[in-house]
């Protein structure tokens, strides 16, 4: 197992936002974090990256015990992290972030600044662009861009999909699947269920600081719990015994004669 979330315990004073998470991720696979507003994703994320202090319980990570590790330590032993809100440099360029990315390594990343600019053809356009001018798409592909500079074993991702149109949306996770297949394992924390159950290979279910499921991705897709409170089900049907119908079937009317997409 490549990283090892066992029983943790988080506070912010005397709130305690987690109440014992334990997650785990394999080599090789997507694993996704999902669950409403103030469930503990982002608190959970940042508890890995070291970010916040944990209370109690531990993370291992490549087989080490990380609980203490300073954060910028993680960074060099393999974990990267795209924060929630994108947290580009605003006023340097586009290429200028990228190279922030690398600020832990030593020796040549011309491999990776090659990778970053043919995974987001949009950034090697824009090399130049002060980041903050980029709209809020291109943000978060600078955002992941400058994560794998630090060539991570693990790769955090924090809703990457928010506020962006349904497009980017699909531009995003399609980019994602691919870092994936090209070998970077992905801890992907959503509000955007739907999507990150049908990328991701395995899930978790986070309510008020407590996993309440955990299970492989497809089957929380079709689970009827999962579908009511995150896939918009439950809205006046009876239960879905079938998978909740797909987004294509919301267009009423055909619109004949149209070029194939
Ligand atoms: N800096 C902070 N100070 C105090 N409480 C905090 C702080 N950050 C988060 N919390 C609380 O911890 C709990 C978990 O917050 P967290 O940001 O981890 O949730 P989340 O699942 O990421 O939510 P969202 O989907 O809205 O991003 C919430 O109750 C939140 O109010
Ligand atoms: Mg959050």
Not at 52 to 66: M, P
Not at 68 to 95: D, I, Y
Not at 189 to 202: D, F, I
Request: hydrophobic residues 40%; charged residues 20%.
């Amino acid at each position: 197992m490549l990283l090892e979330v066992k029983d943790i315990h988080v506070h912010y004073g005397k709130i305690e936002a987690l109440k014992g998470i334990s997650v785990e991720v394999n080599e090789g696979e997507i694993v996704t974090l999902i669950g409403a507003n103030g469930a503990g994703k982002t608190t959970t994320l940042k508890t890995i990256s070291g970010l916040r202090g944990l209370t109690s319980g531990s993370i291992v990570f490549d087989g080490k015990d990380i609980s203490r590790m300073p954060g910028h330590k993680r960074v060099v032993a393999g974990l990267g992290q795209a924060p929630e809100g994108r947290g580009v440099f605003p006023g340097m360029t586009v290429h200028d972030n990228l190279l922030m990315g690398a600020y832990t390594r030593s020796g040549s990343f011309s491999a990776e600044l090659a990778e970053a600019y043919e995974l987001f053809p949009r950034l090697a356009e824009r090399r130049n662009q002060a980041a903050g001018t980029m709209s809020g798409g291109e943000q978060q592909m600078l955002a992941i861009g400058r994560a794998l500079m630090a060539k991570p074993k693990v790769l955090l991702l924090d809703e990457p999909s928010m506020g962006l149109a349904p497009l980017m949306v699909q531009q995003i996770f399609s980019i994602i699947e691919e870092i994936n297949r090209r070998g970077t394992t992905v801890l992907l924390v959503e509000q955007n269920a739907q999507q990150a159950l049908k990328l991701a290979h395995r899930a978790y279910v986070l309510e008020t600081g407590k996993v309440v499921k955990s299970a492989p991705a497809a089957d929380l897709l079709n689970d009827p719990d999962v579908q009511a409170a995150y896939l918009g089900g439950g809205l006046g049907h009876d239960a879905p015994e079938e998978p909740a119908v797909s987004q294509e079937r919301a267009v009423p009317e055909e619109r004949s004669g149209a070029p194939e997409a």
